[in-house]
C-alpha cells in the first residue's frame, strides 16, 4: 500500500515558470514531511521541511503549502531554473511511535527549459 | 563537516552471490538507515540503526540483513543475490532518526547478472 502519492510523474517548464508538485498522505500519524532533491548520480538532498502545525513555509525559491485537513502538501519552486532540473520526491515520517523510517513518495522528474 | 560517505560506489555481482555495503555517517550522528532506491519501486526503506540497535525494519526477505558498529558505522549485507536486487543503495545519518533531517550518501550502485 503506497501511503505517499506524488504527481506528476515528471513536469517540463520554462526558465522563470513556477512548477508545483502535489503529494496526499494516508496515515494521520505522519508528523513530519520533507522534500527532498536528487541529481543524476547523487543521493537525495533535503531541501525544506514542514511540520502539520504550519500551512506554509518558505525556504529560498521554495515553498512547502500544507493542509492537514485534505491530507496534502505541494512543493513550490519560484523562478525556477535550469540548474532546478532534477528528480524531487516528498516523504513522510512518523517521529513518534518508534517507526524511524521515511517514506517517500515516487518522484516527480522535473525539466526547467531555457 | 564531512558528510555521509559509502563504499564502494559500484558493484558487479552475479546471482547466488554475496554482498557487503558499508556506510560511513556524519559524525556524531547515531541513526543510520538504508534505503533501496529502483526505477520501479522508487526509495524503500530497509532498516534503521541506532546505537548498534535495529529499531525499525522495512517489508524485505531475510536475505537482507545489517549491522551498525560502536563508531556508528553501518553496514549491510545481501546474501543469495538475485536479479531484482539490482538497485541503488542509500544510507542515511541523522542524529537521532526519523522526524528530523535526514542526509544522504551517494549510493552504492549495485548490479546483479
Known amino acids: 500500500q503506497q501511503q505517499v502519492k506524488q504527481s506528476p510523474q515528471s513536469l517540463i517548464v520554462q526558465k522563470g515558470g513556477i512548477p508545483i508538485i502535489n503529494c496526499a498522505y494516508e496515515n494521520t500519524a505522519f508528523d513530519y514531511f520533507p522534500w527532498y532533491q536528487q541529481f543524476p548520480g547523487k543521493g537525495p538532498a533535503l531541501l525544506i521541511a514542514i511540520r502539520p502545525d504550519v500551512s506554509e513555509k518558505k525556504e529560498g525559491r521554495f515553498t512547502i503549502s500544507f493542509n492537514k485537513s485534505a491530507k496534502q502538501f505541494s512543493l513550490h519552486i519560484m523562478d525556477s531554473q535550469p540548474g532546478d532540473s532534477a528528480t524531487y520526491f516528498c516523504a513522510a515520517s512518523n517521529s513518534g511511535a518508534g517507526s524511524y523510517q521515511l517514506t517517500f513518495g515516487k518522484g516527480t522528474k522535473l525539466s526547467v527549459i531555457p | 563537516k564531512a558528510g555521509v560517505t559509502q563504499t564502494p560506489r559500484y558493484l558487479i555481482k552475479t546471482r547466488g552471490q554475496q554482498v557487503t555495503l558499508s556506510c560511513s555517517p556524519i559524525?556524531?550522528?547515531?541513526?543510520v538507515s538504508w534505503y533501496q532506491q529502483t526505477p520501479g519501486q522508487g526509495l524503500q526503506f530497509l532498516f534503521e540503526?541506532?546505537?548498534?540497535?535495529?529499531?525499525n525494519k522495512g517489508n524485505f526477505p531475510g536475505r537482507f540483513s545489517g549491522r551498525q558498529f560502536s563508531n556508528s558505522r553501518s553496514e549491510m549485507n545481501v546474501s543469495t543475490l538475485e536479479l531484482g536486487d539490482s538497485a541503488l543503495y542509500l544510507c542515511?545519518?541523522?542524529?537521532?532518526?526519523?522526524?528530523?533531517?535526514?542526509?544522504f550518501g551517494p549510493g552504492t550502485r549495485l548490479l546483479v547478472l
Open positions: 542515511a545519518s541523522s542524529l537521532t532518526g526519523a522526524g528530523e533531517t535526514q542526509y
Open positions: 540503526y541506532f546505537s548498534e540497535t535495529q529499531r
Open positions: 559524525s556524531g550522528h547515531r541513526s
